[in-house]
T-cell receptor, first 114, second 114 residues
Framework: GENVEQHPSTLSVQEGDSAVIKCTYS??????FPWYKQELGKRPQLIID?????GEKKDQRIAVTLNKTAKHFSLHITETQPEDSAVYFC?????????????FGKGTKLSVKP | NAGVTQTPKFQVLKTGQSMTLQCAQD?????MSWYRQDPGMGLRLIHY???????DQGEVPNGYNVSRSTTEDFPLRLLSAAPSQTSVYFC?????????????FGEGSRLTVL
């Protein structure tokens, strides 16, 4: 089955700096890669996603890149703000496959220091 | 719409006791799932359902049972609780007849087994 590795487990940056979180996946059939943000004590929420037919996607200060050959994808946050502090999870799945379930990485705790 | 509603939010059990975590959604989503979240372990899939009457196992199904008698409800049962089942449990649903990858999570249920 699919296995998703996520690094780093913790990340601390100064406000205004950029943050990058990286994930690798094992199943070449995976074709959908979302990122979820979980604030302290809250539920995870989808912030951005990318499908395998796209190499990069941006939404304001966040972007995701995908390298299918290397089977890795990354989340980039620019001009970080204190409200970006949260745990971020990457995930992978075979959308449309018979086992279409999201498999999550173990999470990255991002701390943005003012 | 209330979205995904989980009850109870907090529960303390003794080893060997049984209980049911309730999950209901009012978005007419066919796909529903249960995840557990443990520190440093990310979100791990317990069971999932692609529609009423259909359930299947995820990554960590042992010790848990589910049923799906209606589209709206997807309860998770612990038949004989163990300390290893101390965790935060999230129910999630996805629009459409399969998991589109965009999961809508409930607020979570924090379970402690003594």
């Amino acid at each position: 089955g699919e296995n998703v590795e996520q690094h780093p487990s913790t990340l601390s940056v100064q406000e205004g700096d950029s943050a990058v979180i990286k994930c690798t996946y094992s199943d070449s059939a995976s074709n959908y890669f979302p990122w979820y943000k979980q604030e302290l004590g809250k539920r995870p929420q989808l912030i951005i996603d990318i499908r395998s037919n796209v190499g990069e996607k941006k939404d304001q200060r966040i972007a995701v890149t995908l390298n299918k050959t290397a089977k890795h994808f990354s989340l980039h946050i620019t001009e970080t703000q204190p409200e970006d502090s949260a745990v971020y999870f990457c995930a992978a799945m075979n959308y449309g496959g018979s086992q279409g379930n999201l498999i999550f990485g173990k999470g990255t705790k991002l701390s943005v220091k003012p | 719409n209330a979205g995904v509603t989980q009850t109870p939010k907090f529960q303390v059990l003794k080893t060997g006791q049984s209980m049911t975590l309730q999950c209901a959604q009012d978005m007419n989503h066919e796909y529903m799932s249960w995840y557990r979240q443990d520190p440093g372990m990310g979100l791990r899939l317990i069971h999932y359902s692609v529609g009423a009457g259909i359930t299947d196992q995820g990554e960590v199904p042992n010790g848990y049972n589910v049923s799906r008698s209606t589209t709206e409800d997807f309860p998770l049962r612990l038949l004989s609780a163990a300390p290893s089942q101390t965790s935060v449990y999230f129910c999630a649903s996805s629009p459409g007849t399969a998991n589109t990858g965009e999961l809508f999570f409930g607020e979570g249920s924090r379970l402690t087994v003594l």
